[in-house]
């Protein structure tokens, strides 16, 4: 089998939750800081080729009114984040033009125009990084693929809140739904 290409002018880098409330925490395999530095590399590198920049924070009303709020083992915490909790990261900061997704939820496809923004654009193809593997990006990754988009994971550029979660995202989901790559495969692949 042949190894995948990616179109510039039909694909989209979607950057997940890449953002200072994030950004913070402690995840695994990869530490934070390296996953927004290799994102910023794709990101750099998109840029460059003219694919189109997606950038996926989650947020919404102050007071979290407008939250999940469901019975769980392990809830959301019930104490709404502080004010700059869905700021991007500097290295990340859109630019003009660029597509900007606030969600709600863990996946950037419900309750948001990125499906739209995508189709009209004529885009078939996603490449995801992000934190966290086994949530945002997984549940984002499990709704492309219902809406048959083609998909790269930078599997460097990713990190998960346990490296259980990621691996399990890396080594048995993501291979069946896409293609697993490294950031600097994905980088060659854009064109250096």
């Given at each position: 089998m042949s190894e995948?290409?990616?179109?510039?002018?039909?694909?989209?880098?979607?950057?997940?939750?890449?953002?200072?409330?994030?950004?913070?925490?402690?995840?695994?395999?990869?530490?934070?800081?390296?996953?927004?530095e290799n994102s910023s590399r794709l990101l750099a590198a998109a840029r460059r080729q003219g694919i189109l920049p997606v950038l996926v924070h989650v947020g919404g009303a102050p007071d979290w009114a407008d939250r999940l709020r469901l019975s769980a083992d392990q809830p959301t915490p019930p104490q709404p984040p502080p004010p700059d909790w869905s700021e991007f990261a500097p290295q990340i900061a859109p630019q003009s033009g660029e597509v900007v997704i606030l969600k709600r939820q863990w996946g950037a496809f419900y309750g948001t125009d990125l499906d739209l923004q995508l189709r009209r654009r004529g885009i078939d193809t996603t490449i995801l990084c992000g934190i966290a593997t086994e949530v945002g990006v997984e549940s984002t990754a499990r709704d492309a693929y219902e809406r048959n988009y083609r998909q790269f994971f930078a599997e460097d550029a990713m990190s998960g809140l346990h490296e259980a979660g990621h691996r399990n995202a890396i080594d048995r989901i993501f291979p069946r739904i896409g293609h697993v790559r490294s950031t600097d495969w994905v980088v060659q692949a854009l064109g250096g």
């Open positions: 995948p290409t990616i179109d510039p002018a039909r694909s989209a880098l979607v950057i997940i939750d890449l953002q200072r409330g994030i950004v913070g925490r402690s995840t695994a395999p990869h530490a934070a800081d390296q996953v927004v």
